[in-house]
């Protein structure tokens, strides 16, 4: 029983509202010996027991649309199943008329759904990112620079990229010291390939922060690009104090290394990209420093895996097969050199490598180097992939919703 702590009228222990005067009921109970008018007037007590009785009757509501809730769920999962056989049997029918391929609809809808899902998730980064611009302004004119930014990167979320660089451009005149907002402008032209532009908004970022980490670690792949080693050496070296995790940043490192014959360090930065980044274009990279620097066994090691995780990496297996080739075991040779000449027959060195016979010389695996963010000439196949290795990883540090080449520029 429930006493009423306005008009004291008993009222049953279920009831949320008193019977006589409507007001909220409280917890208050009548002890044992007394009356149901003995309760104390303490402002305290009365403040407390309204404050339990308003949580119990949340937590009435609350219980209440959990189990609303829980209905509509199981109302579409009921849904999903009825709809999913419905397509399973549409798409036995199709198959049967030989009208699908089953295998291509599963890639296809795979394809559909990561799409799906990635387009979200950079819509999310997106707002967060023009959230950061905006926190970071520190004009009088607020209100114009909010509509020219959030206009900017409505157009560019909507793929009329460059409308939208220029209405960044414009916010940014209203700002010029606002490194997040000179970022994005140079990530995008980055993304573009626009190196110049690019590194003009980077550089400028960087003037006004000094640790952007984002700045710093596309500058070092641009100043890498350009041939200029010493500065990309410079801006990788402080991306990684900033984000020792850089997948991107020890991968530069470690081709820059490379490329100067600097062996040692290439392979400490490209050991430590393979942990971050365990992919057959890692072990590969891993193991062809190996046999640069003379160790044939540990870069078998690496190049076995490569070709493990990807049968049809065609520089991989033509790597191992040379590999089996100087520790004079040729039939095991043989057989890698075949498998990179059907995966890429136009490849003059595996055709000559299958033809070869023992004692014969053949041509080295291509040397370590940088490989080009934006190639000024058509690039090798196998060369691609690494360069599509890098994107991938740009592509996950990148807050644009402007997709990043997946292939490079021919």
Not at 281 to 286: D, G, I, T, W
Not at 328 to 345: C, D, G, K, M, V
Request: charge should be negative; hydrophobic fraction near 40%; include cysteine.
């Amino acid at each position: 029983m429930i006493f009423c702590q306005r008009c004291k009228k008993a009222n049953p222990s279920d009831a949320e509202y008193c019977e006589e005067c409507g007001a909220v009921l409280m917890l208050v109970s009548r002890p044992h010996g007394s009356s149901a008018f003995d309760v104390s007037e303490n402002s305290l007590e009365e403040h407390l027991l309204e404050r339990i009785s308003a949580l119990e009757s949340s937590l009435a509501r609350a219980n209440e649309r959990f189990d609303q809730l829980l209905e509509l769920a199981q109302q579409q999962a009921t849904g999903s199943f009825y709809d999913h056989m419905m397509l399973e049997a549409l798409t036995e029918i199709l198959t049967e008329m030989r009208a699908v391929n089953p295998e291509e609809l599963e890639q296809r809808w795979r394809s559909r759904v990561a799409r799906h899902y990635e387009e979200t998730a950079e819509r999310e980064r997106l707002d967060e990112r023009c959230d950061q611009i905006i926190s970071a302004y520190r004009g009088v004119r607020r209100e114009d620079f909010i509509d020219q930014v959030e206009e900017g990167i409505l157009l560019i979320s909507e793929g009329r990229t460059r409308r939208g660089l220029r209405m960044l451009e414009a916010a940014l005149s209203l700002d010029e010291h606002n490194a997040e907002l000179s970022f994005t402008i140079g990530e995008y032209y980055f993304n573009l390939g626009k190196s110049l532009d690019a590194a003009v908004h980077l550089r400028r970022a960087l003037d006004e922060q000094s640790d952007h980490f984002g700045a710093r670690l596309l500058l070092g792949l641009l100043s890498g690009d350009e041939g200029e080693a010493e500065s990309a050496k410079v801006h990788l070296q402080r991306a990684l104090t900033l984000d020792a995790q850089s997948f991107a940043a020890h991968y530069g490192l470690g081709r820059l290394f490379a490329r100067e014959g600097e062996l040692g360090d290439a392979l400490s930065h490209l050991k430590r990209a393979l942990e971050l980044n365990p992919s057959p274009e890692m072990h590969y990279l891993v193991g062809r420093t190996y046999l640069e620097q003379g160790h044939p066994e540990k870069a078998m090691k690496h190049l076995q895996k490569a070709v493990r995780l990807d049968p049809h990496f065609d520089i991989a297996q033509y790597s191992l097969g040379f590999v089996y080739w100087q520790s004079n075991r040729t039939s095991e040779a043989r057989e890698h050199f075949r498998l990179a000449y059907e995966i890429n027959p136009q490849e003059a060195d595996y055709r000559a490598a299958v033809q070869a016979r023992a004692g014969d010389k053949l041509a080295t695996p291509p040397a370590l180097g940088w490989s080009s963010i934006f190639p000024r000439r058509k690039i090798k196949v196998s060369e691609s992939r690494f360069v599509e290795l890098l994107w991938r990883d740009l592509n996950a540090f990148s807050i644009s919703p402007v997709p990043l080449r997946k292939t490079p520029r021919k």
